[in-house]
């Protein structure tokens, strides 16, 4: 396994970004932690649009449509098209309508929150769930019946999840084999002021037990479908093209799947001793404290 290579120089800086093209770019945990931008990081991104590098922000968060992440780009003074996001929840309803086909005749069942259902309804596809079940006291399974109009169900971050939800879902999919099982992403957890807290993967986990079913396909990274709505959309030069996060089993393990060169930040999950340990079983091609490190270049 070859060791990565700590960016530590202005020399370091200048040849990396001499290297490539574009870069992709996870969000929290690399450009900011919550609503705090990192130290640097307006500034990294300034110069790499001076430099002619396209970006594009790829992240797993679900509970935010494109418009809201563009509404939070610009709170934090950073400019950011909207094209430039892809985000779980617009990868989710992009693949459905334009890979997967979904049925027009069809409707999804949401566990997730409003950057779900804001993107299906963009691309036009029928919805339920979502916000509409989130009062999960006195269930009345006599309520809770097949319904052969869902064709899917799909599950994201949901901070209201309740018994309900999960046996609307379970109902739908145990009733109906042809039903299929989606995910935005499988994260385990979730980083939060500077804790983890569980994500999607974890609050999908009495489905999977309770059906000794596997989701039919996740969207966000380090799965393909995230990667082939990206290249659908652009042309990427997989050998001028580097994926920057904070996470190894997410970030990093999502661009060695796509080819990409990978640059690790350590501002959020994944830490130094996490690539130098002996037989580590995902390290990234190189490695820097901060991405506001590169802001070095601008004096």
Not at 8 to 33: A, I, M, N, P, Q
Not at 48 to 72: D, H, M, P
Request: aromatic share 10%; charged share 25%; with cysteine.
């Amino acid at each position: 396994m070859p060791t990565p290579i700590k960016l530590s120089s202005r020399k370091d800086y200048e040849s990396f970004l001499e290297k490539f093209d574009t870069f992709l770019l996870d969000c929290d945990g690399v450009l900011w932690h919550g609503n705090t931008l990192l130290p640097g990081v307006r500034e990294v991104l300034a110069l790499l649009r001076q430099k002619g590098k396209r970006l594009i922000f790829v992240t797993n968060n679900s509970a935010k449509s494109r418009a809201s992440y563009s509404l939070k780009f610009k709170k934090l003074n950073i400019e950011a098209n909207e094209n430039e996001i892809f985000g779980s929840a617009y990868i989710t309803a992009y693949y459905l309508k334009n890979i997967l086909k979904f049925p027009k005749e069809k409707k999804i069942y949401v566990i997730g929150e409003s950057g779900i259902t804001e993107e299906l309804d963009l691309e036009g596809i029928r919805f339920c769930g979502s916000s509409e079940d989130n009062d999960g006291n006195d269930i009345d399974f006599n309520n809770i019946y097949p319904d052969p109009t869902v064709g899917a169900v799909l599950c994201g971050l949901d901070t209201r999840i309740n018994y309900k939800k999960i046996a609307k879902a379970f109902n739908y999919l145990y009733s109906n084999p042809d039903c299929l099982f989606l995910l935005t992403n499988d994260d385990s957890t979730i980083p939060y002021n500077g804790t983890l807290y569980p994500g999607t993967g974890s609050l999908v986990a009495p489905l999977i037990k309770s059906l000794n079913r596997n989701p039919d396909a996740v969207m966000g990274k380090p799965n393909k479908p995230m990667m082939d709505c990206i290249t659908n959309e652009f042309q990427l030069d997989v050998e001028r093209t580097c994926m920057i996060g904070d996470r190894l089993d997410t970030d990093i393990q999502f661009g060695i799947n796509g080819k990409l060169k990978t640059l690790l930040v350590l501002t959020g999950v994944s830490k130094e001793h996490d690539i130098l340990i002996e037989n580590a079983p995902i390290v990234p091609d190189y490695y820097l404290p901060s991405l506001g490190d590169l802001s070095e270049l601008c004096k």
